[in-house]
């Protein structure tokens, strides 16, 4: 089912909503905002879904704008906006897995992006997530945080973090490659643990552009997974051009 909008507005939710397998929800040609309730993508076999160019302005009594969990694969965010939730903008757990988060504008919030739901859930070994061309613009933190599983991290735009912008923790892997990182006063751009999580991570730093003195820490770079053994992608270098093209096209967009 593809879901389309005749108009544009607010649409203010008493709850989430649980999203259902094969399913697109398009706002391109309109400007559609979510509030209160987000979208949950949840249990097998929920895939195939993509979610395009929403705003999900706010939610401060919901838990997050959209939550990922529960073993659902196969999943596309794209060009959306997001503003402050209860908890987090994405949240991606419990197995969940090939799930792309792009385009997007990501502000006006703390916990940004989990990936990996907690020190004790290995079930999550088995999750992968690409985050590339999205623009984190004066949030705090997990852009993303990850456990156990493969992050491809690559082509983001971080602006002034407050605690940390990448978090590699507990036996994750993340590919950082050609993102711009331009710190504030907080430094970090990659760590290697985060919070009370009793292992450390694994990390990568390929061709990332480290501005405002930003510090990426690696660990064991030659045992992280490569991206290209998944898929066939090509990066942008990290400068001002992609600067640019991030600022101007990430978030939603008004287009037909």
């Given amino acids: 089912l593809w879901i389309v909008f005749d108009l544009s507005g607010t649409i203010t939710l008493d709850s989430e909503i649980v999203v259902q397998p094969d399913k697109t929800v398009d706002g391109r040609g309109q400007r559609v905002e979510i509030v209160e309730g987000g979208l949950l993508i949840e249990d097998p076999p929920i895939g195939n879904v993509v979610v395009e160019n929403v705003i999900f302005a706010h939610g401060e ?73 999205n623009w984190f613009d004066g949030t705090e933190e997990r852009h993303p945080r990850l456990r156990f599983g493969k992050a491809h991290v690559f082509n983001n735009l971080y602006v002034d ?7 590699s923790s507990q036996l994750g892997q993340v590919a950082s490659e050609a993102n711009i990182f331009d710190a504030g006063e907080n ?7 985060v919070g009370d999580d009793p292992s450390d991570g694994l990390a990568r730093s390929t061709g990332d552009l480290l501005l405002g003195g930003a510090a990426a820490e690696e660990n064991l770079p030659d045992d992280v997974f490569l991206p290209a053994d998944f898929y066939t992608y090509v990066p942008d270098a990290a400068d001002d051009a992609l600067r640019g093209a991030i600022e101007s096209g990430a978030g939603w967009q008004d287009i037909p």
Avoid at 161 to 167: E, H, I, N, S
């Fill in 161 to 167: 973090w407050l605690y940390y912008a990448v978090g």
């Fill in 61 to 133: 009594n919901s838990d997050d704008a959209v939550t990922i969990y529960g073993g659902a694969s196969l999943v596309w965010i794209d060009h959306c906006t997001f503003g402050t939730w209860a908890d987090g903008q994405v949240d991606i757990t419990e197995a969940s897995t090939d799930v792309t988060v792009s385009w997007s504008l990501f502000r006006d919030h703390g916990k940004v992006m989990l990936i990996g739901a907690a020190p004790e859930s290995t079930g999550d070994t088995v999750i992968r997530v690409t985050v590339h061309h």
């Fill in 187 to 193: 430094k970090d751009a990659i760590i290697i643990r």
